[in-house]
């Protein structure tokens, strides 16, 4: 059956050091989609909301806040929507954080801390954290830190406040293995790896966890939570990183709205374009 849909790529702002793999992974789909007979018109952020565009059926990555708008409307007026723009919100930091401690999601003991009046007070974490932008995605290297002492901790919230940001959330630093993943909600599809063995990075954070041991831990089960953390944040298409400890255990330690899927591109197209398409015709049939 053909079936006409929208896609929406996201903002090359929005992918930093990684556009070229965001709009691969998009394209990819978008191809898949052509191949099993969908009509796709595809668009940029800033067009899909300028020109006010609509269809029963849309699906992309948006990050602006407009784009992200938009999708809530449509979604609100019966479209299929993938990712759900109620899901996209809920994977910016303080969201998400907030969500995973309620649902007893396994992550690091986190605070999250407000600018008031200007200024942060410093959390009472002990060292070392991670400080990360809570009221967004990151967007520049600065809005994930990696914080060892007072004097950096100093330096990286005077930073925040230069930068206007108002919200952020604190990690406690976690010892083990750093693991990647890709998932779709709902599908056999789960990819994991070591970013220590290749060179898939944004800002080059994955060296403070240094080399990966290959420390034993149960990926099916790994799966499982991430697919149960997906459906707590009503995402489909997701990846992100926990560390593995020296027990095996695992803690995620974050999660995204349709990353690139970069070194599983072709499996991961495959799989997005089959779970849209069997869910529009699902809509169709209805």
Known sequence: ???SMLGISRGGCYSPNHVDNDAAIFNKVCVELHGLGCDVLVSTEDAFVASCLSSGVVFGMPRSKEAISRFNMLEKRGALVVNSAFGIENCKRERLMRLFVD?????PK????FMREGHFVLPGMAFPYWAKRGDSHAMVKEDVCFVACKEEAESVFAGFEKRNVDCVVI???LNGDLV???GVAGTDFFYWFYPSSCSHS???LEAVNGKAEGIPFDAA??????DRAASVLGVVVYGGDCIVGKDGSFKLIDFNDWPSFAPCRDA????????????ALKKVAR
Not at 221 to 226: E, N, R, Y
Not at 268 to 279: D, L, N, V
């Open 103 to 107: 649902n007893s999601i396994p992550c």
């Open 171 to 173: 990690n406690a630093h």
């Open 268 to 279: 991961a197209a495959r799989c997005i374009a089959g779970y849209i398409y069997e869910q």
């Open 202 to 204: 944004k800002f080059g």
């Open 180 to 182: 990647k993943f890709y």
């Open 1 to 3: 059956m053909k079936i």
């Open 221 to 226: 089960g790994l799966k499982k939570t991430c």
């Open 110 to 113: 986190s605070e999250i801390l």
